[in-house]
Structure formats: structure tokens, C-alpha cells
């Protein structure tokens, strides 16, 4: 498992780009569709993104 690190902004639209060191580790695609999920308690929480094959 790769441990990657990269920051990112929040925009006026409230959108996050996902650097792309991080996409081409993750092998993200343009278009593809992803599961974001916010884990932990309150005082710990972390945001996962998890490559989706089809929508639900």
C-alpha cells in the first residue's frame, strides 16, 4: 500500500481537486465515478475517495 500526501483547496463552488500524483497512483480516470465516504469520530475524521466500477 502507497502512502501518498498532497494538498488541496476548497474552491468558491465548494469542489477539492484531487492532485494528480495521487489520481495516477489511484488510477483515476477523467469522468470516472467515486465513492467519497468521511469516517471517524468528530475529532478524528478522514475523508476516503474509493474508485466506483458502476453506479449503485
Known sequence: MALMRGF?????DGKIAIP???RREAKLKEGQLVEVKVQ???LAQFI????CQ???
Open 8 to 12: 488541496s483547496r476548497v474552491d468558491k
Open 20 to 22: 494528480s500524483n495521487i
Open 40 to 42: 471517524g469520530s468528530r
Open 48 to 51: 476516503t475517495i474509493k474508485p
Open 54 to 56: 458502476a453506479a449503485r
